[in-house]
């Protein structure tokens, strides 16, 4: 059956440049599917971390960290096995944690009057948009990409313009942080991508397990950039503010803490 074959292994068109079944027989492309590892530590501790965010501001915060375990979680199987349904739920699950991003922290201001007044239906708006982007998928992949960039860039525009009224240093740090790692994964994918041949020759041939870890990073760092945008509109009495775990350190891993909870 043809629906069958797209679960083979090898039967994705999309072949990185680590030489498969190099360092395994079981794993296509080894270091590709361990890099992913980050992703379900990082964001696992995130919702710890998060926990007075999540109770106090929104429990939206736990929808988008477990969604980007997801994305590890899809990342490694389809670089495990090459196969096209592990490419589609890859990138289906990058399409999820925008959508999800886009619907929980675009701020009120910029929503039209019946998202204003009601965010759950943006939500809901989303959710039949990520259902109807998953059904299409399958039937033509090319629309996850339309969908990736028709939401990646209105959320990098809103959180420019929200930024311009911020003026609290640690959350520009982590802005420039971001987008640093940003530049650096681009450069990384791009160069694993359209340089194989170069980077096989120096026998390094793993510029995309490196883009893993680097978008990883800008990924959480631009989430709780977002939260703590979101938390200064929404909830500004509860005085929300960046800070990094473990305390001790003075840096670290960053989230935000609620200073003043509600009284039970």
Not at 91 to 106: D, G, H, K, N
Not at 138 to 145: E, T
Not at 214 to 222: F, N, P, V
Request: overall charge neutral.
């Amino acid at each position: 059956m043809p629906v069958l074959q797209d679960f083979l292994p090898g039967s994705s068109d999309v072949d990185w440049c680590e030489t498969n079944y190099a360092h395994s027989k079981y794993l296509a492309e080894y270091y590709n599917t361990i890099s992913n590892a980050g992703f379900l530590v990082l964001p696992a501790l995130a919702i710890y971390l998060f926990r007075s965010y999540s109770k106090h501001v929104t429990s939206g915060i736990d929808v988008i960290l477990i969604l980007l375990i997801v994305v590890g979680l899809g990342s490694a199987y389809f670089h495990g096995t090459l196969s096209f349904v592990g490419q589609l739920i890859d990138e289906l699950a990058i399409a999820w944690v925008l959508l999800a991003s886009f619907a929980i922290w675009t701020p009120k201001h910029m929503l039209p009057e019946l998202f204003r007044r009601d965010r759950r239906k943006l939500v809901q708006a989303m959710v039949v948009v990520g259902l109807l982007t998953t059904l299409l998928a399958f039937i033509k992949p090319i629309v996850n990409s339309f969908v990736l960039l028709s939401i990646s860039i209105p959320i990098a525009v809103i959180l420019c313009i929200e930024m311009q009224r911020c003026r609290d240093r640690r959350a520009w740090r982590l802005l420039w942080t971001s987008l640093f790692l940003l530049v650096m994964a681009l450069a990384a994918w791009l160069s694993d991508k359209f340089c194989c041949s170069l980077w096989q020759s120096l026998g390094f041939p793993y510029l995309h397990s490196i883009w893993h870890l680097l978008i990883l990073g800008c990924s959480y760092l631009a989430s709780v950039l977002c939260a703590y945008l979101h938390a200064l509109q929404e909830t500004p009495h509860l005085k929300p503010c960046i800070v990094f775990w473990p305390s001790w350190l003075g840096s670290g891993v960053p989230y935000v803490q609620i200073v003043e909870s509600i009284a039970p």
